[in-house]
């Protein structure tokens, strides 16, 4: 009587079932831990529709307070270089 030979799979196939269940369940795991949804982050992948994001609202500033905010910032940057300049200084007559 004739044996039958049972089919084997190749190591290359057992890789390639093991990364096509591994790998998504590694993805869901990394996004869960990251606080995201992972299901629906690979839904968004292949064209689902993203229903968890919001819409941004855009706030409108008055320009005369982002210019002001500006100049506060100029000052503060001025103030922090004059006082780095300041430690140089110290630094340099320290090491004389």
């Not at 949804?37 to 689902?48: A, M, P, V, Y």
């Not at 005369?64 to 110290?90: C, G, H, M, P």
Request: glycine content about 6%.
């Amino acid at each position: 009587m004739a044996r039958r030979r049972k089919s084997q799979m190749t190591v290359t196939s057992r890789f390639l079932i093991f990364l096509i269940i591994f790998a998504p369940l590694a993805y869901i795991g990394a996004s869960f831990i990251n606080g995201e949804d992972g299901i629906q982050n690979i839904k968004n992948i292949f064209g689902g529709e993203d229903k968890t994001e919001s819409q941004e609202v855009v706030e409108k500033v008055d320009p005369t307070e982002l210019k002001a905010e500006i100049a506060r910032l100029e000052r503060v940057i001025k103030e922090r270089d004059a006082r780095i300049e300041i430690l140089e200084e110290e630094l340099r007559n320290k090491e004389e």
